[in-house]
T-cell receptor, first 114, second 113 residues
């Protein structure tokens, strides 16, 4: 079956512009996560959606970052007024959300802010 | 403060030998541990996990050992194969519905011919 997909795969933008990153989770997965991997760093948790519950936004680095999950499926991560330090690979993952912590990752979106 | 630490950024191992990747954690509330493998330009893929009620879990060539008193876990790959060259992330979480997983920075494993 289809895995987690993300688009675009690469995005180059100018400092100060807004960007939107999209994630399509595996069908039937109720939990969805966004992570960021900067150069030389581990995976940094950003935000977590579980079903209809309020998302866990505790990892969002600033109020320029926001995410939505429409209809419990597709999610969009939006970064407003991008800064150079936002350059990273943004990874989306999904899981069944039943307590099975195995997460399935998408290929990531590589964001470069010039 | 890093709660999950992988102190070796890279490791080189001869093909056919054992690869041992180490991971330390600081939060004693963690009770579920995972290893992920990542190839360049791809997302991480789940490799193997272990719950704190066990001290060893084996899956084919991969074995994870957990030492709770030392807050240390390790991943053993034997025998190492060229396709094992990748970045390996150690991760930890607390059980229950808190699915937020904390990852280490990763260790890049090179399998030498």
């Amino acid at each position: 079956g289809a895995g987690v997909s993300q688009s675009p795969s690469n995005k180059v933008t100018e400092k100060g512009k807004d960007v939107e990153l999209r994630c399509d989770p595996i069908s039937g997965h109720t939990a969805l996560y966004w992570y960021r991997q900067s150069l030389g760093q581990g995976l940094e948790f950003l935000i977590y959606f579980q079903g209809n519950s309020a998302p866990d936004k505790s990892g969002l680095p600033s109020d320029r970052f926001s995410a939505e999950r429409t209809g419990g499926s597709v999610s969009t991560l939006t970064i407003q007024r991008t800064q150079q330090e936002d350059s990273a690979v943004y990874l989306c993952a999904s899981s069944y959300g039943t307590g099975d912590e195995t997460q399935y990752f998408g290929p990531g979106t590589r964001l470069l802010v010039l | 403060d890093q709660q999950v630490k992988q102190n070796s950024p890279s490791l080189s191992v001869q093909e056919g030998r054992i690869s041992i990747l180490n991971c330390d954690y600081t939060n004693s509330m963690f009770d579920y541990f995972l290893w992920y493998k990542k190839y360049p330009a791809e997302g991480p893929t789940f490799l193997i996990s272990i719950s704190s009620i066990k001290d060893k879990n084996e899956d084919g060539r991969f074995t994870v050992f957990l030492n709770k008193s030392a807050k240390h876990l390790s991943l053993h790959i034997v025998p190492s194969q060229p396709g094992d060259s990748a970045v390996y992330f150690c991760a930890a979480s607390k059980s229950g519905r808190d699915d937020k997983i904390i990852f280490g920075k990763g260790t890049r494993l090179h399998i030498l011919p």
